[in-house]
């Protein structure tokens, strides 16, 4: 049974950070993993994705909204993915999911697995 599992959401004051991490198991991805995120009363958007590497060296996207402040890292050893995010802003609040199975990148459709997300708040 496939499982993703995120942690390392809360709440922050805008211009401080978080780590999300999550930990998938059950199989191992050899296609990208990413994260989403679901404000209240929108659409769930793209946020990151890094497709597979046996080095860990994989392609890195981003959407323009967070580029230049969150990094995604992956350790396809450990079948795990990071999202480091820094200078938060209040608009970054939302609900972050992790999705693995990746077909094309910056699609949520086109993610076969999924977490049960967690919960980021940045207050101004």
């Known amino acids: 049974q496939v499982q993703l599992v995120e942690s390392g959401g809360g709440l922050v004051q805008a211009g401080g950070s978080l780590r999300l991490s999550c930990a998938a198991s059950?199989?191992?991805?050899?296609?990208?993993m990413g994260w989403f995120r679901q404000a209240p009363g929108k659409e769930r958007e793209f946020v990151a994705a890094?497709?597979?590497?046996?080095?860990?060296?994989?392609?890195?996207y981003y959407a323009d909204s967070v580029k230049g402040r969150f990094t995604i890292s992956r350790d396809s050893v450990k079948n795990t993915v990071s999202l480091q995010m820094n200078s938060l802003k209040p608009e970054d609040t939302a609900v972050y999911y992790c999705?693995?199975?990746?077909?094309?990148?910056?699609?949520?459709?086109?993610?076969?697995?999924w977490g049960q997300g967690t919960q980021v708040t940045v207050s101004s």
């Open positions: 890094v497709t597979w590497s046996v080095w860990n060296s994989g392609s890195t």
């Open positions: 999705a693995a199975g990746g077909q094309i990148v910056t699609d949520f459709r086109k993610y076969d697995y």
């Open positions: 059950g199989r191992t991805f050899r296609s990208a």
